[in-house]
């Protein structure tokens, strides 16, 4: 409504976490704040519309629709007018393949996927959102070499200030691989997601300069992990930083926020510290029984140190070695449904910031399954089965690696068993 355009455009700083939310997340969420969120999961959402997965289609792993229809062509025309796309990215999945599911195909016979867009504010937008707001909306996991690179839970360093390695700043390695990775060795092969966002930002920052700019990342899943990757690079870089001359502070520049649903761990302590110095705000929406939000690192996280605060044990590298989450948690509560991927599904997440937890309980207990939730169940029974095929027969191949396969698989039984 015309109400909330004027909140928002007087109130855009604080809903994009310059206080970091606070007062707006809880004992109650604050209505704009909640519409905001939903907007950009709506985002989102668009990517997993869009996404082709028919083996058939000519455009296989890729957009099915043209920057300037995506959001007519998805139903969403309406709720995010005043948008246009400017660009869409693409990720090279690392070289990890599930032996019985290969994903080459004729139609697209690179290793590049579709994995989300950049969009910009038009100018008739500009004024009710009182700022320019750059968009970049990820995808969550689909193809399977997208799932292996969430498992791959080894930490490494980001090292994307040249000037400045920052080893103990680090990342996991499969989320890493997917934005850093390119296919330079093919003939038709893109850049790096890396490359291709960073240009892009940057020409959006400088087409957009003396304006007030926020770029806010959206993500859901594994989206959500190349979002804080996203961030993170942007403020290392300092391509957000307006003023080149003054030392950053993290104040007075173009802000960074992420609005994470359904996120895993993505770095060590010392990439949330970082982060935090760089002042990239982050908003994790979770759904408390979400397993997905455990990894990586499911056992080897910073709650496995909790106990130790305090006392006289200090465990050897700690700092490096430990996955922890980053910014500001909004918790949702819905389980016990029959279709198991709900607990994990971008669009029940939205539902859920709507309505109150007992009505969305009610709507996943929901004994009658849609078409659309029985394929879900299918995909997401076979999805696991598959996984738990490959880590068995693969675990050879990562020597030193069995108690991370052991708590991999302990997910995938905690998720299988929501199922009975």
């Not at 296919?183 to 304006?211: A, C, D, M, P, T």
């Not at 700019?213 to 942007?234: E, R």
């Not at 949702?332 to 109150?356: A, Q, R, T, W």
């Not at 490959?390 to 905690?414: E, K, P, T």
Request: overall charge neutral.
């Amino acid at each position: 409504s015309s109400t909330i355009g004027r909140q928002l455009s007087t109130s855009w700083r604080e809903i994009q976490g310059s206080n970091n939310w606070r007062n707006l997340v809880g004992p109650t969420l604050d209505p704009l704040l909640r519409q905001e969120i939903v907007r950009y999961g709506e985002f989102v959402a668009a990517c997993y519309k869009a996404f082709d997965l028919d083996p058939s289609s000519r455009r296989y792993l890729s957009c099915k629709y043209g920057k300037g229809s995506i959001f007519e062509r998805v139903g969403l025309e309406d709720h995010h007018s005043g948008y246009e796309v400017t660009k869409y990215v693409y990720a090279t999945a690392p070289g990890i393949h599930f032996p019985t599911q290969p994903e080459t195909h004729t139609r697209n016979p690179n290793k590049s996927r579709w994995v989300g867009y950049v969009a910009a504010s038009s100018d008739n937008r500009v004024n009710s959102l009182g700022r320019r707001d750059i968009v970049i909306a990820f995808r969550g996991t689909v193809t399977s070499s997208e799932w292996i690179a969430n498992l791959m839970s080894s930490l490494k360093p980001a090292h994307f200030d040249p000037h400045d390695p920052r080893a103990d700043v680090r990342v996991e390695a499969g989320f890493l691989s997917l934005y850093t990775s390119d296919e330079s060795g093919s003939k038709f092969g893109l850049g790096s997601l890396r490359e291709q966002l960073l240009s892009e930002v940057s020409r959006l920052v400088e087409k957009y300069k003396g304006e007030e700019i926020s770029i806010t990342i959206a993500g859901h899943s594994m989206g959500s992990s190349l979002a804080l990757l996203l961030a993170y690079d942007i403020a290392e870089l300092g391509l957000n930083v307006t003023r080149p001359n003054k030392e950053y502070s993290g104040k007075g520049n173009i802000p960074v926020t992420v609005f994470s649903f359904g996120g895993p761990r993505v770095g060590n302590s010392g990439f949330k510290e970082r982060c935090e110095e760089l002042g990239i705000k982050v908003l994790r929406v979770v759904n408390v029984n979400d397993p997905i939000t455990n990894l990586p690192g499911f056992v080897f996280n910073e709650n496995l140190f909790k106990g130790f605060s305090g006392g006289g044990y200090e465990f050897p590298n700690w700092r490096c070695s430990c996955y922890t989450h980053v910014g500001v948690e909004l918790v949702l509560d819905f389980f016990k449904m029959e279709n198991p991927s709900c607990v994990h599904d971008l669009e029940n997440y939205i539902i859920g910031l709507l309505k109150s937890c007992p009505n969305y309980k009610s709507s996943c207990n929901n004994n009658s399954k849609s078409d659309r939730d029985q394929d879900h169940d299918y995909e997401w029974r076979n999805l696991m089965e598959r996984a738990k095929g490959f880590l068995s027969v693969g675990a050879q191949r990562f020597d030193g690696l069995q108690w991370r396969i052991n708590a991999a698989m302990d997910v995938f039984n905690l998720v299988q068993s929501q199922w009975t």
